[in-house]
C-alpha cells in the first residue's frame, strides 16, 4: 500500500507562506521536475521526504505584467501561458518552444526552471544575459536577488526554506533596442535536453558597442557568464574584426570546462559552444547596413 504524505493547498499566496515558515516542505509548482527526482520504481508513487505544498493555482504567482520598461513574470506562469502572452519577448518563447514536448510545457513553469537549477535549463542562458533579478517572498518580507548569485551550482539554488520564488523580473528589457538571440543544440529541435545552450545580447550606439552579454549552458555547473570578457568589447566598433572576434573567443576557451556525459563530449560541447560565439559576434542582422 503507498505510504501517506501531508499536502497542502492553501487558497492564497499569505497561508503558504506561514505554512512554510512552520514546516520544512517540498514545494510542487508544476512537478515536472519533483516527479522526476524523487521517482521510484514503475507504478510506484514518487516518495517525497517532506510533506508537499502545492503553489501553481496561486494567481499571486501567475501575473505578466510591465513596470516602466521592466518586465514582472509571475514564477507560476506555466511555460504554454507565456507562449500565448504578448509581452514575452519572442527569443524567450523561442527558447521555451524548445523545452520538452506540449505536455510538459502545459505543466512546466518559469519558475521552476530557475529554481531547479539545471546546467541544462533552456530558459537560464538568457535569463542571464537579461540580467534577471528574482522577487523572492517569506512572512519576513521580500529580496530581490539578480540570478547569478541566487543559481550557486548544479540544483543549488540560495533559497531559505521558507522562501516562495514570486517573480522573475526583466530589467529593461522592453523597447531596449538590443539584439538578442538564442541557440540550442540538441539531439532534435523540441523535446531533448540541451547539449550547449547560448544566449546572445547586444545593444549598439550607432555602429559602438554600447553593451554585449553573453551566457552558455550545459558547458559547466551552471551558466558561464564572464562581465570581464564582455568588457573588452565595449566600445568596439560592428562588424568586429577578425582579430576582436578571436580575443574572445580565446577568452572564453580558457573559463569554458564542459564535462562527458550520456548525452555529449566535452570537447563537443566545447566546439560548439565557440562556434555558437563566432557566429553571434559576425551576425549580420545587427550591424549597420
Ligand atoms: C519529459 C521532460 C522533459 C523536459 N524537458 C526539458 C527541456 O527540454 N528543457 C528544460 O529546461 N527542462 C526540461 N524539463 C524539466 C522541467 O520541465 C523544467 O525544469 C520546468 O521548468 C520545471 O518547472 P515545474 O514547475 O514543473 O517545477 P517543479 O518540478 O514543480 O519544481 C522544480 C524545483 O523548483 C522548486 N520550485 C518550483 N517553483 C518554485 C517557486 N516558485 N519558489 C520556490 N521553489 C520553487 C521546487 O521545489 C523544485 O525543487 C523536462 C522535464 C520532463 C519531465
Same mark, same amino acid.
Given at each position: 500500500m503507498a505510504e501517506k504524505i $501531508?499536502? #497542502?493547498?492553501f487558497d492564497c499566496l499569505d497561508q503558504t507562506l506561514s505554512q512554510l515558515n512552520k514546516e520544512n516542505c517540498a514545494i510542487i509548482a508544476g512537478g515536472t521536475d519533483v516527479m522526476v527526482m524523487y521517482k521510484s520504481r514503475r507504478g510506484v508513487p514518487p516518495k517525497i521526504p517532506k510533506p508537499?505544498?502545492? $503553489?501553481?493555482?496561486l494567481s499571486e504567482l501567475k501575473k505578466v505584467y510591465q513596470n516602466q520598461k521592466d518586465l514582472h513574470i509571475g514564477a507560476c506562469c506555466t511555460y504554454s501561458e507565456l507562449l500565448g502572452n504578448p509581452l514575452i519577448p519572442i527569443v524567450l518563447k523561442k527558447a521555451i518552444k524548445t523545452i520538452a514536448a506540449p505536455a510538459i510545457r502545459n505543466r512546466g513553469t518559469l519558475g521552476g526552471n530557475v529554481c531547479n537549477a539545471s546546467p541544462a535549463g533552456d530558459t537560464l542562458p538568457l535569463l542571464y544575459v537579461y540580467n534577471a533579478k528574482l522577487l523572492l517572498r517569506s512572512v519576513k518580507g521580500d529580496r530581490i536577488v539578480p540570478i547569478s548569485d541566487f543559481i550557486q551550482g548544479v540544483r543549488r539554488i540560495q533559497r531559505e526554506s521558507n522562501e516562495i520564488l514570486v517573480e522573475i523580473i526583466l530589467p529593461s528589457v522592453l523597447d531596449d533596442?538590443?539584439? =538578442?538571440?538564442?541557440?540550442? =543544440?540538441?539531439?532534435?529541435n523540441a523535446d531533448a535536453i540541451a547539449k550547449v545552450g547560448f544566449a546572445g545580447y547586444i545593444r549598439l550606439n550607432g555602429d559602438g558597442i554600447e553593451d554585449v552579454r553573453f551566457a552558455f549552458g550545459a558547458v559547466g555547473p551552471t551558466m558561464i557568464r564572464s562581465v570581464a570578457i564582455e568588457k573588452m568589447l565595449l566600445g568596439r566598433t560592428v562588424p568586429l574584426t577578425d582579430s576582436?572576434?578571436?580575443? =574572445? =573567443?580565446a577568452a572564453f576557451d580558457k573559463i569554458i570546462k564542459p564535462?562527458?556525459?550520456q548525452r555529449s563530449t566535452a570537447l563537443y560541447r566545447k566546439t560548439v559552444a565557440?562556434?555558437?560565439?563566432? #557566429?553571434?559576434?559576425?551576425?549580420k542582422q545587427y550591424q549597420p547596413t
Open positions: $501531508i499536502a #497542502y493547498r508537499i505544498v502545492f $503553489i501553481d493555482h533596442g538590443a539584439h =538578442v538571440i538564442f541557440e540550442k =543544440v540538441g539531439n532534435r576582436d572576434i578571436a580575443q =574572445v =573567443v564535462i562527458d556525459d565557440l562556434n555558437l560565439l563566432r #557566429y553571434f559576434l559576425s551576425m
